[in-house]
T-cell receptor, first 112, second 113 residues
């Protein structure tokens, strides 16, 4: 049982490049979320999903896309990277009736 | 609007001292949940506690204790006899009506040997 896994752990992009941050969970959790963590600001919700085929926007969705084709996977796509997207990205999952979220180890992204 | 305020940006104490981390929240919901998470230097987020709005009993778990007071909209976290391994960033969070967490900015706790 690996829990929530994220790849890559570190990534450096140039402005304008696109990439996908991977997130997978093996706990059969219905809810999955993507957060970004910036210094002094706590975590902010980017996008979330309440089940396969269903996604919705969080607090800071601009510049990011998500899809949820399976229960296990919830990739986050950066369409055209900007320096403002330099951050640490966390993926989380939880069961429908639980409020305890399980977090992945994070992806540290730098956009130059 | 839902909001969580952790006014203490950074706290530094000497090992074995007691330390309290403050959390003040705002919500219009009558039913809500509050959480504390720990983020050690390694970066992962570790769940510590969940408290619902109907349960104002204080909670104690080893050296950790939590004081929930609805009258002051506070959910403070105390570490007794602090240890160097307690050094981390601690986040308080509030569950909103969409079942997502609203996070405070975090308090960085430094425990000096």
């Amino acid at each position: 049982n690996a829990g929530v896994t994220q790849t890559p752990k570190f990534q450096v992009l140039k402005t304008g490049q696109s990439m996908t941050l991977q997130c997978a969970q093996d706990m059969n959790h219905e809810y999955m979320s993507w957060y970004r963590q910036d210094p002094g600001m706590g975590l902010r919700l980017i996008h979330y999903s309440v089940g396969a085929g269903i996604t919705d926007q969080g607090e800071v969705p601009n510049g990011y896309n998500v899809s949820r084709s399976t229960t296990e996977d919830f990739p986050l796509r950066l369409l055209s990277a900007a320096p403002s997207q330099t951050s640490v990205y966390f993926c989380a999952s939880r069961q429908r009736d639980s409020y305890e979220q399980y977090f992945g180890p994070g992806t540290r992204l730098t956009v130059t | 609007a839902q909001k969580v305020t952790q006014a203490q940006t950074e706290i530094s104490v000497v090992e074995k001292e007691d330390v309290t981390l403050d959390c003040v929240y705002e919500t219009r919901d009558t039913t809500y949940y509050l959480f504390w998470y720990k983020q050690p230097p390694s970066g992962e987020l570790v769940f510590l506690i969940r408290r619902n709005s109907f349960d104002e009993q204080n909670e104690i778990s080893g050296r950790y204790s939590w004081n929930f007071q609805k009258s002051t909209s506070s959910f403070n976290f105390t570490i007794t006899a602090s240890q160097v391994v307690d050094s981390a960033v601690y986040f308080c969070a509030l569950k909103d009506s969409n079942y997502q967490l609203i996070w405070g900015a975090g308090t960085k706790l430094i425990i000096k040997p």
